[in-house]
């Protein structure tokens, strides 16, 4: 327990997760409603919309409008995400913080799903997008790697996949003169657990002892939490996570497949550890019986059900 973080940075993409995969409909007026409540608990990122088609992803039509419609706080980043050229061209036109990033997957199949595009027509399309990125000023930050512990089209990743995908990644980057903030490694389709965590991890540290890792988990199978403890356990101190546990990746290949990481539950579970989060526990439990109204069916956060410590400890 001793590599554990002293202190935890919390990306939280409830919004985003959330409202992308919920069948509907959802009020744009509610999504700004939950933005602007998730900014007030001491989040710094809050991800709110992505630019990608509403006819693949009908949930996020009405993204230009929640972008426009938020009251921001100047300490806080209201971010969103696109998956192609034609999504950044969208997206830096609103009043978001948008920065660059690149992504790839392990499995090609996944892919394909995804972006419509398999791994090498992936990287063609990252070389136009840095381009863009630079051509206007956008800084890139960080890079994802996603599938990196499973595939539902194409089974168990290797480590040393992933190892290989974080390479060709960093190798892009440096391409363009750009050194990564960090690289997230991503449990898109919920096949992670501890002892996958722990080699994967391990696999990337080995080869990038100083390269800084985030994790981005996803709980289809009941083992997120566990998954993050182990990264906890090996100093990855950045995390992506869903309020109330909302969310899924509509293109995983099984319809059961879980949000992020619920933020509350995370919260929750460094502070007893003696982790800071900087957040406010109350005010996003509120925010989770917000969009549990929202969304109008129950939501998997256990947090949000049981309640803090706090009165009983007063």
Known sequence: MS???????????GPREGFQIEAGPISTADKIRFCEALAETGLHDVQC???????????????????????QRPDVHYTG??????????????PLHITGGL???????????NTNKNNAETLVEQRRQMEFFQARGIPVES???????GCNFEGAIAPETVRDCVGELLALAAEFGVVLDRVRIADTVGWGSPLGVQRVVGAIRDKWPDLKLALHLHDTRGTGMANALMGLQMGISSFDSSCAGLGGCPFAGNQAAAGNICTEDLVFMAEEMG??????LDALIECARMAETIIGHQLPGKIMHGGSLTKFRS
């Open 81 to 94: 995400i696109a998956l192609n050229l034609k999504g950044y061209e969208r997206a830096v036109l609103s």
């Open 103 to 113: 992504q790839m997957s392990t499995s090609n199949t996944f892919s394909i799903h």
């Open 3 to 13: 590599d554990l973080p002293k202190r935890i940075e919390i990306h939280e993409e």
């Open 275 to 280: 982790i800071e989060t900087g957040l406010d």
């Open 49 to 71: 919309v992505s630019f990608v088609d509403p006819r693949r992803v009908p949930g996020m039509i009405d993204a230009v409008e929640v972008a426009e419609g938020i009251r």
């Open 143 to 149: 890079a994802i790697v996603m599938t990196a512990f």
